[in-house]
């Protein structure tokens, strides 16, 4: 029997009090309708299913210091918070031209965007990936008078499981920001020796336990295709835990592996170091860029492009220091911990 989408649909069953699953969470997926339990999760330090919360908009806002009529690129779109506040400071007379490589998350942040009264004449959309800033610089004009970069993963592709980036939860073992492009992490991985594995996690995360998790890892007599069997997997070469700290590090190492696949299939460094040579060219002279990183994998080649730009005059000035969430934004959003911003400045 067809079931009319006009309809109310009745919310999908789940066992237990409270849904567990991200699929069944159904107050957060409509936080509109469900706005006091919403706050609640919000205000323990949660993300709510299906969103992101942007991390240091206060000290980027402070460091790119956007205003009308001005033209900026926002070249790691997500779920569009850096660029809402970017957008409601340029107008009247600027625009914002916003890329992510993620062709199922774009949409829905143009959707938001757009109903926010955000039109094409101040906001431009791509699905691209950000290696190829210099294309877009061309088709702005004269360049960008600010970039904006934020290189971490987004919440809605970590915590849904059908995108393969959790190990809290089965799902498919694929990684990729954009699902439509290249090999899935489980493909990867049945292409690697152990001997790839194990530099692969050394190079992208600086994994201790690399030797350990790449032998159990290809042990394996069945491919490993899901992200709980690779939790497993890697798990089974840890020591076990015998106190909280342990089972901690040893949640770490899971991460990192993780970590390092991610990295590897969708060419995470490749990509950043291609656009951090295009960067300084990209902007107007004086403009300013903003990089916001979330690993020292990211934030070494961040730092190390900054000051050879400054030392060779393409940047007039660049952060010295790391600036990082202040603690009232690390205590609210865990995931900003590791956050660290740097910027500059194009000469004149």
């Given at each position: ?37 919403a706050s609640k999760i919000v205000l323990g330090g949660k ?302």
């Open positions: 029997m067809s079931v009319d989408p006009l309809l109310p649909q009745r919310r999908a069953r789940y066992a237990g009090k409270h849904p567990r699953r991200f699929d069944e969470k159904y107050k957060e997926h409509d936080a509109a309708r469900y706005a006091e339990e993300t709510l299913a299906g969103t992101h919360r942007s991390v240091c908009v206060a000290e980027i806002l402070a460091i790119l210091d956007p205003r009308p009529g001005q033209v900026v690129l926002d070249a790691t779109l997500g779920y569009g918070g850096h660029a809402r506040e970017i957008l409601a400071r340029i107008i009247p007379g600027g625009c914002l031209w916003g890329i992510d490589a993620d062709p199922v998350e774009i949409k829905r942040t143009v959707a938001r965007l757009t109903a926010l009264g955000y039109g094409e004449e101040v906001f431009k959309a791509r699905c691209m990936n950000f290696a190829g800033v210099s294309r877009l610089a061309a088709e702005a004009g004269q360049g960008f008078d600010l970039i904006l970069a934020d290189l971490g993963v987004s919440s809605m592709q970590l915590d849904d499981p059908a995108r393969g980036f959790t190990f809290k939860h089965e799902g498919p073992l694929d990684l990729r920001l954009n699902p439509g492009r290249g090999q899935s992490a489980a493909a990867l991985l049945q292409s690697l020796s152990e001997k790839d594995f194990e530099q692969i996690l050394i190079a992208h995360a600086d994994e201790p336990q690399a030797k350990g998790i790449a032998k159990a890892v290809f042990k394996c007599r069945q491919p490993i295709l899901t992200t709980t069997a690779l939790c497993a997997a890697v798990r089974r070469a840890l020591p076990r835990p015998s106190t909280d700290a342990a089972e901690e590090e040893n949640t770490r190492s899971v991460r990192r592996t993780f970590q390092a696949l991610r990295i590897a299939v969708n060419d995470e460094f490749q990509v950043l170091e291609q656009f951090l040579r295009h960067l300084p060219f990209c902007l107007k002279p004086g403009g300013k860029a903003a990089i916001l990183t979330f690993h020292s994998g990211e934030d070494n080649r961040v730092m190390q492009a900054l000051e050879a730009g400054c030392v060779s005059g393409v940047y007039a000035a660049i952060s010295r220091e790391p600036i990082r969430a202040g603690a009232q934004e690390r205590h609210d959003n865990p995931r900003s911990r590791s956050a660290v911003v740097r910027w500059a400045q194009r000469s004149l």
